[in-house]
T-cell receptor, first 112, second 111 residues
Framework: NAGVTQTPKFRILKIGQSMTLQCTQDMNHNYMYWYRQDPGMGLKLIYYSVGAGITDKGEVPNGYNVSRSTTEDFPLRLELAAPSQTSVYFC???????????FGSGTQLSVL | QKEVEQNSGPLSVPEGAIASLNCTYS??????FFWYRQYSGKSPELIMFIYSNGDKEDGRFTAQLNKASQYVSLLIRDSQPSDSATYLC???????????FGRGTSLIVHP
């Protein structure tokens, strides 16, 4: 039972580089989310999606982009990486009207 | 802006004691309340949810909700060292399906 799978687990980027964080879920959940977590802080919502083809900004969307072409996949794109994007990124999913989030194992990203 | 406040701690309790974790929220329209446990270096895991005023018990965990005071708490009875983790409170408004998280409270259970 895979649940929510995130790749990679760790990544170091140089300033200005770009990358895509992958997220896939096998629970047929409609809602998917991307959060970032800085040390000692809670989870900040970056983007979310309520279904294939539908995405919307969260609290901290600047510097990121998303797409949702299938129910299963919700990749997060970082363009022109900056040190402020050093963080742990979590992808999550939930059923409609459920609001109970299932999280992936996270990606630890450092931008140097 | 919807806010969820938690004391960052750490809250230190002896093994076998009751740990009490508290959370307040700003949006009076909030209808769904969740507690997630996050071990160091791991992802959050849902452990409790509550929708109605009062208490909800699940094993050693009890969630308490008081909507009038905009307050939700988590009690852990017979605390064990394995309960040592950060506990995140999450709140969502009716129909939004987008929970807002607090900063989390670090709990340390010492033998």
């Amino acid at each position: 039972n895979a649940g929510v799978t995130q790749t990679p687990k760790f990544r170091i980027l140089k300033i200005g580089q770009s990358m895509t964080l992958q997220c896939t879920q096998d629970m047929n959940h409609n809602y998917m989310y991307w959060y970032r977590q800085d040390p000692g802080m809670g989870l900040k919502l970056i983007y979310y999606s309520v279904g294939a083809g539908i995405t919307d900004k969260g609290e901290v969307p600047n510097g990121y982009n998303v797409s949702r072409s299938t129910t299963e996949d919700f990749p997060l794109r970082l363009e022109l990486a900056a040190p402020s994007q050093t963080s742990v990124y979590f992808c999550a999913s939930s059923q409609i009207a459920d609001e109970k989030l299932f999280f992936g194992s996270g990606t630890q990203l450092s931008v140097l | 802006q919807k806010e969820v406040e938690q004391n960052s701690g750490p809250l230190s309790v002896p093994e076998g004691a009751i740990a009490s974790l508290n959370c307040t929220y700003s949006d009076r329209g909030s209808q769904s309340f969740f507690w997630y446990r996050q071990y160091s270096g791991k992802s959050p895991e849902l452990i409790m949810f509550i929708y109605s005023n009062g208490d909800k018990e699940d094993g050693r965990f009890t969630a308490q909700l008081n909507k009038a005071s905009q307050y939700v708490s988590l009690l852990i009875r017979d605390s064990q060292p394995s309960d040592s983790a950060t506990y995140l409170c999450a709140v969502s408004s009716g129909g939004s399906y987008i929970p807002t998280f607090g900063r989390g409270t670090s709990l340390i259970v010492h033998p």
